[in-house]
């Protein structure tokens, strides 16, 4: 039987554990980048998407929260995130 990579990557990549990482390494770079404009440019512009992926990611960390409380916890956070960095670019 021969060895398919192809199966093994698609599987990868479709594993909750897999994109649950892949999302807290993408937020993490962001804030570790720290950059104001590019926090406001995605809540602008991408707020939905990132909502939504915001709400996916709880879900799979803490499958035991409903989705209202999801919803609350990543609304909240994001506006606070956006406002955070539209004030630090208003200072500099």
Known sequence: ?????GAVVID???ARWF???AVA???????????????VF???HYF???YELCIAAIGVLADDV??????IVCNITMIQMV?????EIAAQ
């Open 1 to 5: 039987m021969p060895f398919d990579k």
């Open 12 to 14: 990868l990549l479709s």
């Open 19 to 21: 994109r649950a990482i």
């Open 25 to 39: 390494v993408l937020l993490c770079l962001l804030l570790w980048v720290s950059s104001n404009r590019i926090v």
């Open 42 to 44: 995605i809540g602008n």
């Open 48 to 50: 939905e998407p990132t």
């Open 66 to 71: 409903t989705q209202l409380e999801r919803q």
């Open 83 to 87: 406002a955070d960095a539209e004030r």
